[in-house]
């Protein structure tokens, strides 16, 4: 029997060679649809996690990238060349594959669809694998790679990305206004005009164009055939070329709104919002691989450059039936039947409702501190904060006059949003991080653990923040650990939830003894409210 998949196109063997070869295949064939099957139904949660994620504009492109990937595949396809002998190297096809289960099962046990999806990259890694043998499977890399463009970021690398693109394109689209001599001042992500003002929000960030046009360079790079360094350009050019044009975008209507007003913008808003600006940063694309062409000794065209030749590739879909069975394909897919049938039969994980008081119930009168009122947060910020309950108001020392600013919020449901770090919701305030580190809490030793330490400042204005996770009953400064307790505490407890305290005060002067007046007041502040957290966040 040949090695893996035939060649569709040399298939001129004997036809007693033929009718065996008709008969292993057709066992082939089963096994491999048994895997598919009993897979698809065990990655159900990944699927429903993953069409969840496509319904939302940034991750819209989604159901394209599976399509866009088989056909890399199958052009690739084409140039594998038939070897005669059996292949003896699935091994690493079995171990990712048991390894892309067992990762699964994680995500399924603790009820977090993003690992299930993630794993189902590495199950389609080792089928090719399974099928191919080590050897050659290995060079289809590049489609199976692909597909993480389907994948939604985990919530916080989303938040934290999107963030970073908001202030980049503000600044960039700002530049390009000064440039038209359009008078305009930068506060955060708000671009005010003088009588009107302009919000980047997070639709403005870029990243519903992003996504989609890295996939397409990613594409590009892999048709382009020519030296490795014009593949990494065309891929790396994506980014800063999507970042450029939603700059221009944002510029534009600052122009619109500065000449005719806000209720202009809002049309053209909606109309560069989608296909212009996707097809524009193409457009770049091609631009780009045209120029790199015409930097090359040989002298050949755009489209040779891009190989865009697909004849062929529907057939060499129909080599799927030519699969050579194997133990490694009959082991794998007895596997994944028994996970699917046993699923069931697991003891799921209770989430746990925690009981807790309300922040409304937070004492005014805290250990010699006097809170004021709680403020409400503005119905935009509260809606992406997601919290299920939070805290804000001044705290006051008596006879101090510099207030605290307290802000704690809740989540019962991580799955269902996640802890916003001040690391990325200042900068989009407009405060600037000038540093952050992290220090020992200001407390016993049988209390201690660390927290953040930043200074933020806006124009001469200068604040000291203090900040700490608070994962079911333990405090830590890491975003990662803080992800690993919650992680831990389902598994253990069945508990969810999760918490983040803050705390900023104004520094005074910029001489030294500003600080130490800061300081020593989020030290006492951080002293007088610990105590009272169990109550709230247990």
């Known amino acids: 029997m040949g090695r893996g998949i035939k060649s569709l196109d040399k298939l001129s063997s004997p036809q007693t060679t033929l009718g065996a070869a008709s008969a292993l295949s057709t066992w082939g064939m089963f096994w491999l649809l048994v895997i598919t099957l009993a897979s698809f139904l065990f990655f159900e949660d990944g699927f429903s996690e993953l069409l969840s994620a496509w319904r939302l504009p940034e991750y ?133 005009l003088g009588v009107y003002k302009l919000h980047v929000a997070e639709a403005c960030s870029g990243l519903r164009y992003l996504f989609p046009i890295l996939s397409f360079s990613y594409i590009f790079a892999v048709l382009y055939q ?113 996970l699917t049938i046993l699923w069931p039969t697991i003891p799921k ?9 309300p922040f409304a119930l937070f004492p005014s009168d805290i250990d010699g501190w006097q809170a004021g009122h709680q403020r409400a947060l503005d119905p935009v910020i509260e809606q992406v904060l997601g919290a299920d309950d939070y805290y804000s108001a001044e705290i006051r020392q008596f006879g101090d006059q510099a207030p605290v600013d307290l802000f704690m919020a809740w989540y019962r449901d991580q799955n269902d949003g996640g802890v916003h770090s001040p690391e990325v919701c200042l900068p989009g305030a407009g405060w600037e991080i000038a540093q952050l580190n992290k220090i020992d809490a200001p407390v016993s030793p049988e209390m201690a653990f660390s927290l953040n330490r930043a200074i933020i400042q806006k124009g ?48 005074s002067s910029n001489d030294d003894e500003g600080m130490i007046q800061a300081e020593n007041r989020l030290n006492e502040a951080t002293r007088s409210i610990l105590p009272q957290l169990p109550r709230f966040i247990p």
Not at 73 to 101: E, Y
Not at 349 to 357: A, G, K
Request: aromatic share 12%; hydrophobic share 55%.
């Open 60 to 192: 819209s492109h989604g159901p394209l990238i599976p399509v866009l990937s088989l056909f890399l595949f199958l052009r690739q396809l084409k140039t594998v060349p038939i070897d005669t002998q059996s292949v003896c190297d699935r091994r690493p096809g079995v171990a990712l594959l048991v390894f892309a289960f067992a990762l699964a099962l994680i995500g399924k046990l603790v009820q977090i669809g993003d690992i299930v999806a993630y794993a189902m990259i590495l199950w389609v890694g080792a089928v090719v694998l399974l099928s191919f043998g080590w050897q050659q499977g290995r060079q289809f890399w590049p489609p199976v790679f692909h597909l993480i463009y389907m994948l939604p970021l985990p919530i916080g690398l989303y938040y934290g990305v999107s963030t970073y693109l908001q202030g980049v394109s503000s600044e960039l689209g700002v530049f390009f206004l000064q440039m038209m001599n359009v008078p305009v001042f930068l506060d955060g992500n708000i671009i005010d």
């Open 226 to 338: 020519g030296p490795v360094w014009h593949k990494a350009v065309l891929l790396i050019a994506a980014a800063p070329i999507t970042i450029l044009m939603n700059s221009v975008r944002i510029a534009i209507a600052g122009v619109i709104v500065n000449n005719y007003g806000i209720e202009y913008v809002e049309g053209f808003s909606h109309f560069f919002e989608g296909w212009v600006i996707f097809a524009a940063c193409i457009f770049i694309l091609f631009l780009l691989a045209w120029t790199l062409v015409l930097l090359r000794r040989d002298k050949i065209s755009l489209t040779d450059a891009l190989d865009l030749e697909t004849s062929g590739v529907g057939a060499q879909a129909m080599r799927l039936q030519y699969l050579a069975p194997s133990a490694a394909l009959v082991f794998c897919s007895l596997l994944a039947v028994s």
């Open 460 to 507: 001469t204005t200068r604040m000291l923040v203090y900040f700490w996770f608070e994962q079911q009953s333990q405090r830590t400064s890491s975003g990662l650990k803080a992800k690993l307790l919650l992680l831990a505490g389902k598994v253990r407890y069945g508990r969810n939830d999760s918490a983040i305290v803050r705390l900023i005060t104004p520094i």
């Open 349 to 357: 994980l209770e989430t746990h409702t925690i009981s807790r008081d």
